[in-house]
Protein backbone atom coordinates (compact mmCIF):
# COMPACT_ATOMS: atom_id res chain seq x y z
CA UNK A 1 0.00 0.00 0.00
CA UNK A 2 1.13 3.77 -0.95
CA UNK A 3 1.20 5.63 2.14
CA UNK A 4 0.70 8.90 0.58
CA UNK A 5 -2.92 9.29 0.03
CA UNK A 6 -3.78 9.12 -3.71
CA UNK A 7 -5.83 12.64 -4.49
CA UNK A 8 -7.85 12.21 -8.15
CA UNK A 9 -5.46 14.94 -9.33
CA UNK A 10 -1.96 12.85 -9.19
CA UNK A 11 -4.42 8.99 -9.85
CA UNK A 12 -4.11 7.12 -12.66
CA UNK A 13 -7.31 5.77 -12.50
CA UNK A 14 -10.19 6.61 -9.97
CA UNK A 15 -12.04 3.67 -8.55
CA UNK A 16 -15.88 4.40 -7.68
CA UNK A 17 -17.21 2.44 -4.63
CA UNK A 18 -21.15 2.19 -4.58
CA UNK A 19 -21.93 1.36 -1.24
CA UNK A 20 -25.64 1.64 -1.37
CA UNK A 21 -24.99 -0.68 -4.17
CA UNK A 22 -23.23 -3.17 -1.34
CA UNK A 23 -26.28 -2.86 1.22
CA UNK A 24 -28.95 -3.02 -1.85
CA UNK A 25 -27.45 -6.46 -2.46
CA UNK A 26 -27.24 -7.56 0.84
CA UNK A 27 -31.36 -6.88 1.74
CA UNK A 28 -31.66 -8.35 -2.16
CA UNK A 29 -30.12 -11.51 -0.89
CA UNK A 30 -31.70 -11.50 2.61
CA UNK A 31 -34.93 -11.12 0.45
CA UNK A 32 -34.05 -14.34 -1.58
CA UNK A 33 -33.51 -16.15 1.83
CA UNK A 34 -37.36 -15.18 2.60
CA UNK A 35 -36.62 -15.39 5.99
CA UNK A 36 -33.43 -16.65 6.90
CA UNK A 37 -30.67 -14.21 8.35
CA UNK A 38 -27.62 -13.87 6.56
CA UNK A 39 -23.75 -13.14 7.44
CA UNK A 40 -21.44 -11.82 5.36
CA UNK A 41 -18.02 -12.74 3.93
CA UNK A 42 -15.71 -9.67 3.75
CA UNK A 43 -12.18 -11.68 3.36
CA UNK A 44 -9.20 -9.78 0.99
CA UNK A 45 -10.52 -6.70 2.11
CA UNK A 46 -14.38 -7.08 1.74
CA UNK A 47 -13.59 -8.62 -1.70
CA UNK A 48 -11.18 -6.01 -3.07
CA UNK A 49 -13.76 -3.19 -1.69
CA UNK A 50 -12.28 -2.24 1.63
CA UNK A 51 -13.68 -4.18 4.57
CA UNK A 52 -13.65 -1.24 6.83
CA UNK A 53 -15.79 0.81 4.62
CA UNK A 54 -18.48 -2.56 3.50
CA UNK A 55 -18.69 -3.20 7.25
CA UNK A 56 -20.37 -0.95 8.59
CA UNK A 57 -22.84 -0.70 5.73
CA UNK A 58 -23.29 -4.23 6.30
CA UNK A 59 -24.29 -3.64 10.03
CA UNK A 60 -26.33 -1.01 9.18
CA UNK A 61 -28.47 -3.16 7.16
CA UNK A 62 -28.90 -6.04 9.52
CA UNK A 63 -25.76 -7.98 9.36
CA UNK A 64 -24.27 -9.11 12.63
CA UNK A 65 -21.75 -11.69 11.60
CA UNK A 66 -18.74 -11.75 9.34
CA UNK A 67 -16.51 -14.11 8.09
CA UNK A 68 -13.13 -13.71 7.14
CA UNK A 69 -9.85 -15.56 5.99
CA UNK A 70 -7.24 -14.76 8.15
CA UNK A 71 -6.77 -14.27 11.59
CA UNK A 72 -4.99 -10.96 11.05
CA UNK A 73 -7.95 -9.81 8.90
CA UNK A 74 -9.91 -10.31 11.76
CA UNK A 75 -7.92 -8.61 14.41
CA UNK A 76 -8.50 -5.55 11.65
CA UNK A 77 -11.92 -6.05 11.16
CA UNK A 78 -12.76 -5.76 14.82
CA UNK A 79 -11.44 -2.50 15.39
CA UNK A 80 -13.75 -1.16 12.90
CA UNK A 81 -16.57 -3.52 13.69
CA UNK A 82 -16.51 -3.83 17.83
CA UNK A 83 -19.87 -5.47 18.02
CA UNK A 84 -20.02 -8.21 15.77
CA UNK A 85 -19.33 -11.54 15.57
CA UNK A 86 -16.38 -12.14 13.48
CA UNK A 87 -15.45 -15.82 11.99
CA UNK A 88 -12.01 -16.67 10.89
CA UNK A 89 -12.23 -19.64 7.93
CA UNK A 90 -8.95 -20.74 7.60
CA UNK A 91 -8.49 -22.82 10.30
CA UNK A 92 -6.97 -22.91 13.81
CA UNK A 93 -3.05 -20.77 14.70
CA UNK A 94 -1.88 -22.96 17.47
CA UNK A 95 0.85 -20.76 18.03
CA UNK A 96 -1.66 -18.03 18.21
CA UNK A 97 -4.61 -19.23 20.19
CA UNK A 98 -4.76 -15.97 22.48
CA UNK A 99 -5.08 -13.40 19.85
CA UNK A 100 -8.84 -15.17 19.68
CA UNK A 101 -9.54 -14.67 22.76
CA UNK A 102 -8.35 -11.02 22.88
CA UNK A 103 -10.23 -9.61 19.93
CA UNK A 104 -13.10 -11.68 20.48
CA UNK A 105 -12.59 -13.58 17.07
CA UNK A 106 -14.24 -17.17 16.52
CA UNK A 107 -12.79 -19.71 14.79
CA UNK A 108 -13.66 -22.38 12.19
CA UNK A 109 -12.21 -25.50 13.59
CA UNK A 110 -11.30 -27.76 10.40
CA UNK A 111 -9.96 -31.23 12.05
CA UNK A 112 -10.27 -33.42 15.22
CA UNK A 113 -6.29 -31.48 15.74
CA UNK A 114 -8.00 -28.16 15.75
CA UNK A 115 -10.74 -29.36 17.87
CA UNK A 116 -8.67 -30.88 20.78
CA UNK A 117 -6.50 -27.63 20.59
CA UNK A 118 -9.20 -25.35 21.00
CA UNK A 119 -11.18 -27.42 23.87
CA UNK A 120 -7.82 -27.71 26.08
CA UNK A 121 -7.03 -23.81 25.37
CA UNK A 122 -10.74 -23.00 26.69
CA UNK A 123 -11.06 -25.56 29.02
CA UNK A 124 -11.56 -23.35 31.81
CA UNK A 125 -14.27 -21.16 30.16
CA UNK A 126 -16.13 -22.55 26.61
CA UNK A 127 -15.47 -19.67 24.12
CA UNK A 128 -17.05 -19.70 20.70
CA UNK A 129 -15.87 -22.03 18.16
CA UNK A 130 -17.52 -23.24 14.27
CA UNK A 131 -16.79 -26.25 13.18
CA UNK A 132 -16.10 -27.20 9.24
CA UNK A 133 -17.23 -30.65 7.67
CA UNK A 134 -15.94 -31.32 4.32
CA UNK A 135 -18.38 -32.31 2.07
CA UNK A 136 -16.84 -32.35 -1.21
CA UNK A 137 -13.76 -29.92 -1.61
CA UNK A 138 -10.89 -31.72 -0.05
CA UNK A 139 -9.70 -28.14 0.99
CA UNK A 140 -10.70 -27.36 4.31
CA UNK A 141 -13.05 -28.83 7.42
CA UNK A 142 -13.44 -32.33 9.01
CA UNK A 143 -13.05 -35.72 6.24
CA UNK A 144 -15.89 -38.06 6.70
CA UNK A 145 -13.30 -40.15 8.61
CA UNK A 146 -12.80 -38.13 11.34
CA UNK A 147 -16.36 -37.02 11.00
CA UNK A 148 -16.94 -40.67 12.13
CA UNK A 149 -14.60 -40.82 14.72
CA UNK A 150 -16.71 -37.99 16.04
CA UNK A 151 -19.96 -39.64 15.59
CA UNK A 152 -18.32 -42.39 17.86
CA UNK A 153 -16.78 -40.16 20.14
CA UNK A 154 -19.43 -37.48 20.83
CA UNK A 155 -17.60 -36.09 24.15
CA UNK A 156 -14.28 -34.59 21.88
CA UNK A 157 -17.08 -31.93 20.73
CA UNK A 158 -18.40 -31.89 24.95
CA UNK A 159 -18.42 -28.83 26.42
CA UNK A 160 -17.69 -27.03 23.11
CA UNK A 161 -19.06 -23.51 22.64
CA UNK A 162 -20.02 -24.22 18.84
CA UNK A 163 -21.86 -21.53 17.10
CA UNK A 164 -21.69 -22.75 13.61
CA UNK A 165 -21.75 -26.01 12.00
CA UNK A 166 -21.26 -24.73 8.38
CA UNK A 167 -19.46 -26.47 4.81
CA UNK A 168 -18.59 -25.03 1.57
CA UNK A 169 -20.15 -25.82 -1.70
CA UNK A 170 -17.92 -26.19 -4.65
CA UNK A 171 -20.29 -25.86 -7.65
CA UNK A 172 -23.23 -23.92 -6.29
CA UNK A 173 -22.81 -21.70 -9.85
CA UNK A 174 -24.02 -24.74 -11.26
CA UNK A 175 -26.70 -25.28 -10.17
CA UNK A 176 -27.12 -28.30 -12.64
CA UNK A 177 -24.17 -29.88 -11.16
CA UNK A 178 -24.98 -33.49 -9.30
CA UNK A 179 -22.15 -32.07 -6.58
CA UNK A 180 -24.53 -29.63 -4.74
CA UNK A 181 -26.86 -33.18 -4.05
CA UNK A 182 -24.21 -34.74 -2.79
CA UNK A 183 -22.77 -31.92 -0.60
CA UNK A 184 -26.28 -31.46 0.79
CA UNK A 185 -26.86 -35.11 1.60
CA UNK A 186 -23.22 -35.09 2.94
CA UNK A 187 -24.07 -31.94 5.02
CA UNK A 188 -26.85 -33.51 6.01
CA UNK A 189 -25.85 -36.09 7.51
CA UNK A 190 -23.30 -33.99 9.51
CA UNK A 191 -25.97 -32.26 10.96
CA UNK A 192 -27.26 -35.57 12.58
CA UNK A 193 -23.44 -36.30 13.99
CA UNK A 194 -23.09 -32.65 14.93
CA UNK A 195 -26.64 -31.44 15.94
CA UNK A 196 -25.47 -28.44 18.25
CA UNK A 197 -25.00 -24.78 17.14
CA UNK A 198 -26.66 -23.48 13.90
CA UNK A 199 -25.79 -24.90 10.35
CA UNK A 200 -24.65 -22.60 7.95
CA UNK A 201 -23.84 -23.73 4.38
CA UNK A 202 -24.68 -21.26 0.97
CA UNK A 203 -22.28 -18.72 -0.40
CA UNK A 204 -23.93 -16.51 -2.85
CA UNK A 205 -24.12 -19.04 -5.24
CA UNK A 206 -25.99 -20.92 -3.23
CA UNK A 207 -28.32 -18.87 -1.69
CA UNK A 208 -29.94 -19.13 -5.93
CA UNK A 209 -30.26 -23.66 -5.30
CA UNK A 210 -33.56 -22.87 -3.06
CA UNK A 211 -34.54 -23.06 0.57
CA UNK A 212 -32.75 -26.78 1.16
CA UNK A 213 -29.45 -24.87 1.13
CA UNK A 214 -30.66 -22.26 3.40
CA UNK A 215 -29.94 -23.87 6.67
CA UNK A 216 -30.47 -21.37 9.70
CA UNK A 217 -27.60 -18.96 7.93
CA UNK A 218 -26.12 -18.33 4.88
CA UNK A 219 -22.63 -16.85 4.14
CA UNK A 220 -22.39 -14.60 0.49
CA UNK A 221 -19.56 -12.95 -0.19
CA UNK A 222 -19.21 -11.98 -4.21
CA UNK A 223 -22.94 -11.41 -4.69
CA UNK A 224 -22.66 -8.44 -2.40
CA UNK A 225 -19.72 -7.31 -4.58
CA UNK A 226 -22.32 -7.29 -7.78
CA UNK A 227 -21.07 -9.99 -8.96
CA UNK A 228 -23.24 -12.41 -10.82
CA UNK A 229 -24.18 -15.26 -8.30
CA UNK A 230 -26.55 -16.59 -10.84
CA UNK A 231 -24.19 -17.14 -14.15
CA UNK A 232 -26.02 -17.52 -17.35
CA UNK A 233 -29.25 -15.66 -16.26
CA UNK A 234 -29.60 -12.17 -15.51
CA UNK A 235 -27.38 -10.80 -12.73
CA UNK A 236 -30.25 -9.74 -9.60
CA UNK A 237 -27.31 -7.97 -7.92
CA UNK A 238 -26.52 -4.42 -8.69
CA UNK A 239 -22.83 -3.58 -9.48
CA UNK A 240 -20.73 -1.66 -7.03
CA UNK A 241 -17.71 -0.47 -8.68
CA UNK A 242 -16.53 1.76 -11.30
CA UNK A 243 -13.09 2.20 -12.77
CA UNK A 244 -12.11 5.25 -14.84
CA UNK A 245 -8.89 5.55 -16.31
CA UNK A 246 -7.74 8.70 -17.20
CA UNK A 247 -5.46 9.25 -21.02
CA UNK A 248 -2.12 10.68 -20.28
CA UNK A 249 -1.08 11.14 -23.58
CA UNK A 250 -2.44 10.23 -27.18
CA UNK A 251 0.05 9.49 -30.27
CA UNK A 252 -0.56 9.83 -34.34
CA UNK A 253 -0.23 6.08 -35.06
CA UNK A 254 0.73 4.81 -38.96
CA UNK A 255 0.13 1.42 -40.48
CA UNK A 256 2.88 -0.80 -39.94
CA UNK A 257 4.04 0.89 -36.44
CA UNK A 258 3.70 -1.75 -33.31
CA UNK A 259 2.13 -0.93 -29.99
CA UNK A 260 3.87 -1.42 -26.70
CA UNK A 261 5.91 -4.71 -25.51
CA UNK A 262 6.88 -7.33 -28.12
CA UNK A 263 5.31 -5.40 -30.55
CA UNK A 264 2.18 -8.19 -30.66
CA UNK A 265 -0.10 -5.15 -32.16
CA UNK A 266 0.50 -3.81 -35.53
CA UNK A 267 -1.50 -0.28 -36.92
CA UNK A 268 -3.78 -1.51 -40.09
CA UNK A 269 -4.69 2.40 -40.59
CA UNK A 270 -3.89 5.62 -39.70
CA UNK A 271 -4.86 5.65 -35.61
CA UNK A 272 -5.14 7.24 -32.63
CA UNK A 273 -3.24 5.35 -29.86
CA UNK A 274 -4.36 6.50 -26.50
CA UNK A 275 -2.32 5.70 -23.01
CA UNK A 276 -3.59 5.20 -19.73
CA UNK A 277 -1.76 5.04 -16.46
CA UNK A 278 -3.28 1.11 -15.49
CA UNK A 279 -1.32 -1.95 -15.63
CA UNK A 280 -1.06 -5.27 -14.67
CA UNK A 281 0.28 -4.18 -10.92
CA UNK A 282 -2.55 -2.34 -10.64
CA UNK A 283 -4.81 -6.07 -11.34
CA UNK A 284 -5.50 -5.13 -14.55
CA UNK A 285 -4.63 -8.44 -16.01
CA UNK A 286 -2.49 -9.27 -18.24
CA UNK A 287 -4.60 -11.89 -19.77
CA UNK A 288 -6.74 -8.39 -21.08
CA UNK A 289 -3.65 -7.76 -23.29
CA UNK A 290 -5.25 -7.08 -26.96
CA UNK A 291 -9.00 -8.24 -26.49
CA UNK A 292 -10.51 -6.16 -23.20
CA UNK A 293 -12.22 -2.89 -24.35
CA UNK A 294 -12.84 0.69 -22.54
CA UNK A 295 -15.57 2.79 -23.64
CA UNK A 296 -15.39 6.48 -23.81
CA UNK A 297 -19.10 8.31 -23.93
CA UNK A 298 -20.75 5.07 -25.23
CA UNK A 299 -18.33 4.56 -27.70
CA UNK A 300 -16.34 0.77 -27.29
CA UNK A 301 -12.29 1.36 -27.46
CA UNK A 302 -10.46 -1.53 -28.31
CA UNK A 303 -7.25 -2.38 -26.34
CA UNK A 304 -4.76 -2.52 -28.63
CA UNK A 305 -1.15 -4.32 -27.56
CA UNK A 306 0.02 -5.83 -24.59
CA UNK A 307 -0.73 -4.91 -20.98
CA UNK A 308 2.02 -3.71 -19.63
CA UNK A 309 2.91 -3.40 -15.38
CA UNK A 310 1.50 0.10 -15.18
CA UNK A 311 0.18 1.28 -18.94
CA UNK A 312 -2.31 0.28 -21.05
CA UNK A 313 -3.27 1.83 -24.51
CA UNK A 314 -6.45 2.08 -26.24
CA UNK A 315 -7.59 2.72 -30.34
CA UNK A 316 -9.42 5.94 -29.90
CA UNK A 317 -9.68 6.73 -33.51
CA UNK A 318 -13.52 6.58 -33.27
CA UNK A 319 -14.13 9.18 -30.36
CA UNK A 320 -14.71 12.94 -31.17
CA UNK A 321 -11.89 15.08 -30.63
CA UNK A 322 -12.87 16.31 -27.76
CA UNK A 323 -13.09 13.44 -25.84
CA UNK A 324 -9.68 12.07 -26.64
CA UNK A 325 -7.67 14.36 -25.19
CA UNK A 326 -5.03 13.82 -22.29
CA UNK A 327 -6.96 14.23 -18.95
CA UNK A 328 -10.37 12.65 -20.41
CA UNK A 329 -11.84 9.21 -18.70
CA UNK A 330 -11.83 5.72 -20.13
CA UNK A 331 -13.83 3.32 -18.51
CA UNK A 332 -12.15 0.50 -17.73
CA UNK A 333 -15.07 -1.25 -15.53
CA UNK A 334 -18.78 -0.31 -14.13
CA UNK A 335 -21.85 -0.55 -16.14
CA UNK A 336 -20.88 -1.02 -19.86
CA UNK A 337 -18.21 -3.34 -19.05
CA UNK A 338 -19.22 -5.75 -15.77
CA UNK A 339 -16.89 -7.54 -13.63
CA UNK A 340 -18.68 -10.58 -14.97
CA UNK A 341 -17.70 -9.06 -18.41
CA UNK A 342 -14.31 -8.29 -17.57
CA UNK A 343 -13.68 -11.49 -15.88
CA UNK A 344 -15.07 -13.66 -19.02
CA UNK A 345 -12.77 -11.48 -21.12
CA UNK A 346 -9.20 -12.33 -19.02
CA UNK A 347 -10.45 -15.84 -18.86
CA UNK A 348 -10.97 -15.75 -15.13
CA UNK A 349 -14.26 -14.96 -12.68
CA UNK A 350 -15.13 -11.72 -10.94
CA UNK A 351 -13.58 -12.32 -7.64
CA UNK A 352 -10.14 -12.38 -8.94
CA UNK A 353 -11.22 -8.85 -10.94
CA UNK A 354 -12.91 -7.59 -7.76
CA UNK A 355 -9.86 -8.81 -5.14
CA UNK A 356 -7.35 -7.54 -7.31
CA UNK A 357 -8.51 -4.01 -7.75
CA UNK A 358 -5.10 -1.70 -7.16
CA UNK A 359 -3.69 -0.32 -4.21
CA UNK A 360 -2.66 2.93 -6.66
CA UNK A 361 -6.10 4.38 -7.49
CA UNK A 362 -7.58 7.31 -6.32
CA UNK A 363 -10.65 5.83 -4.33
CA UNK A 364 -14.26 7.59 -4.23
CA UNK A 365 -17.11 5.89 -2.01
CA UNK A 366 -20.28 7.08 -2.38
CA UNK A 367 -23.36 6.52 -0.10
CA UNK A 368 -22.88 4.26 2.48
CA UNK A 369 -23.57 4.72 6.45
CA UNK A 370 -24.05 8.55 7.11
C1 LIG B 1 -15.74 -21.05 3.25
C2 LIG B 1 -16.35 -19.97 2.42
N1 LIG B 1 -17.60 -19.58 2.68
C3 LIG B 1 -18.21 -18.61 1.95
C4 LIG B 1 -17.55 -18.00 0.90
C5 LIG B 1 -18.26 -16.97 0.08
O1 LIG B 1 -18.45 -17.46 -1.21
P1 LIG B 1 -19.03 -16.55 -2.38
O2 LIG B 1 -18.08 -15.42 -2.53
O3 LIG B 1 -19.06 -17.46 -3.55
O4 LIG B 1 -20.36 -16.10 -1.94
C6 LIG B 1 -16.25 -18.39 0.59
C7 LIG B 1 -15.55 -17.77 -0.55
O5 LIG B 1 -14.62 -18.22 -1.13
C8 LIG B 1 -15.63 -19.40 1.37
O6 LIG B 1 -14.38 -19.81 1.11
Known amino acids: MI ?70 EGIALRATLPNTEIHILNGLLPDALDAYREHELVPVLGSLGDLTHWKSFCADAPLPCDIHVDTGMLRLGLPPDELDTLADAPDMVKDLDIRFVMSHLASADEPASDQNLAQLA ?69 PGE ?33 VASGMIDGIIVPLVGRVSMDLISFDVSAVPEAKRQPGQWIELLGPNITVDTLAATAGTIGYEILTSLGRRYHRVYTGGVT
Open 3 to 72: GTPITKAMAGAVLYIDLDAVRSNYRTLVDQLGGVPSAAVVKADGYGLGADRVGPVLVAAGCQVFFVAHLA
Open 258 to 290: TVGYNATYRIQDKALIATVSVGYADGYLRSLSS
Open 186 to 254: AFTRARKILPMGQACFANSSGIFLGPDYHFDMARPGVALYGANPTPGRPNPMMPTVTLKGRISQVRHAT
